[in-house]
């Protein structure tokens, strides 16, 4: 979700800090602390590591920065160099390549200033970080930037480097469950029902209070973002625009409303928003105030450009709305719609520019993918995996769908794109922390777990259905137990494993480990859970068991094991084995991802407030709500995992009955 203050993106070391790798302070090794201690810098090492001297004194002529030395002890590195005083702001980076030998964004070192080097008009800028999770074997260049005068300078090393000192240490594994759910809970199952009262029905009212809002200035085919802002009695955070990313997710359940449902006068109210919705999407794309071309944002409620400073481009809203918009032509004709309708005031961007947006926002996504973009948290500029995600999926389906407009043209133009998209993607796959990374790009401020749930929800939005990145995917099940696992010591609310019904919760899940945004501002120990990401990995789990009852089988890998043993722990696999669908190993990895689904949906349930409003956030020590009130991506990502709950057990009149509730007036 947005934030209120964008924070700049800052080249920091790939490892700097990095002491406990993924688990934030769990399993910090007593070695590492003493490598730390130990490793000095200019010289003052212990015995048993090796200080490399390559420059005794500050560099002649018109070399502006070289490195004087260096040691690489126990997986700690440590580097001083010498830094020209030409300026007051600078950004020092020392490259190497990692243990696979490759030279990658996370393998940079940032340096900081320590002293002046006397006599001279040099600095000394050092470095001492833990990188034992990636390796070095190669020291490749040194690079000072003189942001003052836009100059940057380079030493050349090709230095190769050996590791001297202790072994580093190995790559920790999870953490034991505190909890071992299996199967469905009734307590769950009562809680989405299609009810008065439940959540489910107050998820749905509360997303339609949200959908055209019923305030000064607002247009059809709008989202606010929450009942937050100057509109409403909470004023602070201020979310009263229409994100482009968040409305879409918002439409995308309006869409699946209007799939399911049977009732006439409820099918003809989602039918008639998402066509209003077509329109603002347009309105969007032909605004002439864009900074960015389509990779602009949020709007305001009348639908005009925010043009303040914010995080911009975010590439993945053009992706994630094609997307919505073509499920709802394909089931629109599937309902007996007119395909010249759906070309009119859907697809057909070139002769209907103000109505209908996907081609356009299909090309966009086609042309710009490679581009650099801010995630979906709007702090991070960098090649997300999210945008990634979301990008491939329109592509894949925005190839099919435009066939079938009798658009060959654009069919090959997307094509071509989503083949040159998925031929990056294994780019994201880091194989020493084995995760999948929420970006490719050196990390942002503090955030040197690497981990985020934009991977999850990357996932979620943007599964083609094609095996690129499934749920069951190893290296995707990989990520999902160290990025849920690493909330742990995080939150003090993760020591309550129990609700007062004794049903076990699942991990209270928030945005990433070192996360400071506290729902109005930033504060040390800020960050909360939140919702929406809690949400997210209850429905991973339901999607991840439906996906091995389809396929059958349970194959378990090095890199799947660590999900296996902390998630299904009491199956009890091993690695190099498959499990059919009659073992009962396979059906008890079924129950264990079916309960493990219901216990992060029980947290929710828990921390959820008398009257059922979702927050943004529920704070990290009472669980009380906090952030943004009704926030309209909360009451969506609930929704779309007591879908794909239903769906998992064979419920299909679930989401049929939700559906034919209708479209609930605005207020």
């Known amino acids: 979700m947005p934030l209120l203050l964008v924070q700049s993106c800052s080249l920091l070391a790939s490892s700097t800090y990095l002491a406990s790798t993924l688990f934030t302070m769990r399993g910090l090794s007593s070695f590492i602390l003493a490598a730390l201690s130990s490793v000095g810098v200019r010289g003052a090492v ?25 040691s690489y002890c126990g997986g700690t590195l440590n580097v001083t160099a010498y830094v020209n005083n030409l300026s007051y702001n600078k950004i020092v980076t020392l490259y190497f390549t990692n243990r696979q030998n490759e030279s990658t964004p996370l393998s940079a070192l940032s340096l900081g200033y320590e002293s002046s080097v006397p006599n001279s008009k040099f600095e000394y800028w050092i470095a001492a970080a833990p990188i034992w999770t990636d390796g070095i074997t190669q020291l490749l260049n040194i690079t000072y930037q003189d942001t003052d005068d836009g100059q940057t300078y380079h030493q050349l090393l090709d230095l190769h480097v050996k590791a001297t000192g202790a072994p580093p ?33 107050i998820a749905q009212t509360g997303l339609f209070r949200n959908v055209n809002p019923a305030v000064k200035g607002a247009v059809n085919g709008t989202v606010v973002a929450a009942r937050s802002g100057p509109f409403y009695s909470q004023t602070e955070p201020d979310y009263a625009y229409n994100w482009v990313r968040d409305a879409s997710l918002t439409m995308d359940v309006v869409q699946n409303l209007y799939s399911a449902a049977t009732s006439k006068t409820a099918k003809a109210a989602y039918e008639q928003v998402l066509f209003e919705y077509a329109v603002a999407r347009a309105t969007e794309q032909t605004d002439p105030n864009l900074k960015t071309g389509l990779g602009e944002p949020k709007f305001y409620l009348n639908n005009t450009i925010f043009s303040g400073p914010w995080g911009r481009p975010q590439n993945d809203g053009p992706a994630t709305s094609a997307i919505t918009l073509m499920e709802f032509a394909n089931d629109y004709l599937a309902s007996g719609g007119n395909v010249q309708t759906v070309k009119e005031k859907i697809y057909n961007s ?22 650099p973009s801010y995630d979906l948290w709007e702090e991070v500029q960098g090649d997300q995996f999210y945008t990634r995600m979301v990008q491939r999926r329109a592509l894949v389906n ?26 990056t993607m294994s780019q994201f796959w880091d194989p020493n922390r084995e995760i999948i990374l929420y970006a490719y790009s050196p990390v942002m ?20 259905g094609d095996n690129v990145f499934s749920y ?12 849920s696992t690493s909330f742990i010591d995080v939150y003090p609310l993760a020591n309550k494993t129990r609700s007062i019904s004794a049903g076990p919760l699942g991990i209270p899940v928030g945005r990433y480990p070192e996360d400071v945004y506290n729902g109005t501002g930033t504060q040390v120990n800020g960050g909360n859970p939140w919702y929406l990401c809690t949400a997210a990995f209850s429905q991973f789990m339901y999607a991840a068991s ?39 190993q396979f059906k008890q990895v079924i129950q264990s991802l079916d309960g493990w689904g219901d216990a992060f949906m029980r947290t929710i349930k828990y921390y959820t407030p008398a009257g059922g409003n979702l927050h943004e956030e529920f704070n990290r020590n009472t669980g009380a709500p906090q952030g943004a009130s009704a926030l309209t991506w909360s009451f969506a990502s609930v929704l779309t995992a007591a879908f794909a709950r239903a769906e998992l057990r064979g419920n299909g009149s679930y989401i049929e009955s939700l559906a034919n509730l209708g479209f609930k007036a605005n207020s």
């Open 46 to 70: 212990a015995s048993s590591c090796v200080l490399n001297h390559v420059s005794t004194s500050p560099p002649t002529g018109s070399a502006e920065v070289a490195l004087q030395s260096y």
């Open 169 to 201: 240490p190995t790559l920790p594994s999870p953490p034991a469950p505190y909890a071992t759910p299996s199967g469905f809970g009734n307590d769950v199952t009562q809680y989405l029902a299609v009810e008065s009262g439940s959540e489910a029905e």
């Open 350 to 371: 070139s002769a209907y520019p103000h109505v209908a947006p996907v081609q356009k926002d299909l090309l966009f996504v086609a042309r710009n993918w490679s581009w």
């Open 398 to 423: 925005g190839a099919s769908f435009a066939q079938k407009m009798g658009d060959s043209a654009t069919s090959s133009t997307l094509a071509a794109a989503e083949k040159a998209l998925t031929a």
């Open 445 to 464: 401020d503090n955030k040197t777990s690497y981990l985020d749930t934009a991977v999850i929800l990357g996932i979620i939005h943007g599964y083609a």
């Open 472 to 483: 069951t995917n190893p290296q995707v099940l990989s990520t999902a137990v160290r990025i």
């Open 546 to 584: 439906s996906e091995y009852a389809a396929a059958k089988t349970i194959s378990v890998t090095n890199v799947s094991l660590p999900f296996f043993t902390y998630f299904a722990p009491e199956a009890k696999l091993q690695v190099g084995k498959s499990y059919s669908s009659t073992s009962s």
